[in-house]
């Protein structure tokens, strides 16, 4: 019997054929080909956004684990893209060039992936910059709030020093809020002070869909919808909602994310199907900013298998033979 695992190689155990009676005959080889899928994520942060991970620390932590693809995606910047494609490369990953929007929409607002990038253009360049202009604003908002709220004296400076000096996001803020012992972790800076409705949450500007869905398509990706269950939409409401977003310029949704449970993945895959969008899975990994999310796996611990990757022909068709860009 020949076995095939996941590096290409074959394993061979003989097979004694026997005669009635018990003689032994002949030996002959059957051969069964076992294919073992490989491990991917098409969600992920480093930081370039709000990521504890360089770009180039994240793809060697992919290939460690044995990741064969991987898509960078952090929040509203494609600046970690180009080191981490170069290290991808270096590394034989298969790597899909991402971004992520937070978009304007009316109860608050939602995630949109853009994955398969390839040519972002002037007009994608203008609208990363102009996030970068919203966010640094809304930035200096929550230091105003921390000092007078805490009596404390930190400047935006503080803050950006802990972000290495890429874009900040509100791990950063939660760590400023450890170091002065207001907090013990992360996950007790969010639910007392950062998280959305708390004293320090602060909305920025986020741009509408149909823009960034344009900006997407115009740079060569897809769109897809991150996390839906964090839509918070009733699932009688929900199939409407989704072919509306298809008609303005959806293509997928991400069905497997590790904030939601088994059952609501299934039935959003499911869902999506029939609506025909692609169906994509990411673990949404920002390292030690949210330890419980690990590389490679979704919903339920679940390993994200290759096979997702190459439902999305327009990102599975990309791969050149090192990366997609």
């Given at each position: 019997?020949?076995?095939?695992?996941?590096?290409?190689?074959?394993?061979?155990?003989?097979?004694?054929?026997?005669?009635?009676?018990?003689?032994?005959?002949?030996?002959?080889?059957?051969?069964?080909?076992?294919?073992?899928?490989?491990?991917?994520?098409?969600?992920?942060?480093?930081?370039?956004?709000?990521?504890?991970?360089?770009?180039?620390?994240?793809?060697?932590?992919?290939?460690?684990?044995?990741?064969?693809?991987?898509?960078?995606?952090?929040?509203?910047?494609?600046?970690?893209?180009?080191?981490?494609?170069?290290?991808?490369?270096?590394?034989?990953?298969?790597?899909?060039?991402?971004?992520?929007?937070?978009?304007?929409?009316?109860?608050?607002?939602?995630?949109?992936?853009?994955?398969?990038?390839?040519?972002?253009?002037?007009?994608?360049?203008?609208?990363?910059?102009?996030?970068?202009?919203?966010?640094?604003?809304?930035?200096?908002?929550?230091?105003?709030?921390?000092?007078?709220?805490?009596?404390?004296?930190?400047?935006?400076?503080?803050?950006?020093?802990?972000?290495?000096?890429?874009?900040?996001?509100?791990?950063?803020?939660?760590?400023?809020?450890?170091?002065?012992?207001?907090?013990?972790?992360?996950?007790?800076?969010?639910?007392?002070?950062?998280?959305?409705?708390?004293?320090?949450?602060?909305?920025?500007?986020?741009?509408?869909?149909?823009?960034?869905?344009?900006?997407?398509?115009?740079?060569?990706?897809?769109?897809?919808?991150?996390?839906?269950?964090?839509?918070?939409?009733?699932?009688?409401?929900?199939p409407a909602l989704l072919a509306s977003l298809k008609e303005q310029g959806l293509d997928g949704i991400e069905a497997w994310h590790p904030?939601?449970?088994?059952?609501?993945?299934?039935?959003?895959?499911?869902?999506?199907?029939?609506?025909?969008?692609?169906?994509?899975?990411?673990?949404?990994?920002?390292?030690?900013?949210?330890?419980?999310?690990?590389?490679?796996?979704?919903?339920?611990?679940?390993?994200?298998?290759?096979?997702?990757?190459?439902?999305?022909?327009?990102?599975?068709?990309?791969?050149?033979?090192?990366?997609?860009?």
């Open positions: 019997m020949y076995t095939l695992h996941s590096y290409g190689m074959f394993q061979q155990k003989p097979h004694t054929a026997r005669r009635r009676g018990g003689a032994s005959a002949h030996c002959v080889f059957k051969t069964r080909v076992v294919y073992y899928p490989h491990m991917i994520d098409l969600h992920t942060h480093s930081t370039a956004s709000d990521g504890s991970l360089t770009p180039s620390q994240l793809i060697t932590e992919a290939r460690a684990i044995g990741l064969s693809a991987i898509a960078l995606t952090d929040h509203d910047t494609i600046d970690g893209l180009d080191e981490a494609r170069s290290e991808a490369t270096r590394l034989g990953i298969r790597f899909i060039s991402g971004i992520e929007f937070a978009i304007h929409w009316e109860p608050g607002e939602f995630h949109l992936l853009g994955l398969g990038l390839h040519m972002p253009d002037a007009a994608f360049s203008a609208s990363i910059a102009r996030l970068a202009h919203t966010r640094e604003k809304r930035n200096k908002e929550i230091v105003r709030r921390i000092n007078e709220e805490l009596n404390l004296y930190i400047v935006y400076e503080d803050v950006v020093q802990q972000s290495g000096g890429h874009s900040v996001g509100r791990p950063h803020f939660a760590k400023i809020l450890i170091q002065h012992k207001i907090v013990k972790n992360m996950k007790q800076a969010f639910d007392r002070y950062l998280g959305k409705g708390r004293p320090f949450y602060a909305p920025k500007e986020n741009p509408a869909f149909q823009d960034a869905a344009r900006l997407i398509k115009a740079a060569g990706g897809i769109a897809v919808l991150a996390h839906p269950m964090s839509l918070y939409v009733a699932w009688g409401r929900l904030t939601a449970k088994l059952g609501h993945c299934k039935r959003l895959e499911a869902l999506g199907h029939k609506l025909g969008l692609f169906i994509t899975a990411g673990s949404d990994f920002h390292g030690e900013f949210r330890r419980e999310r690990k590389l490679g796996r979704t919903a339920g611990g679940k390993k994200i298998e290759d096979a997702v990757l190459e439902a999305i022909p327009p990102l599975s068709g990309a791969w050149n033979g090192t990366h997609c860009v």
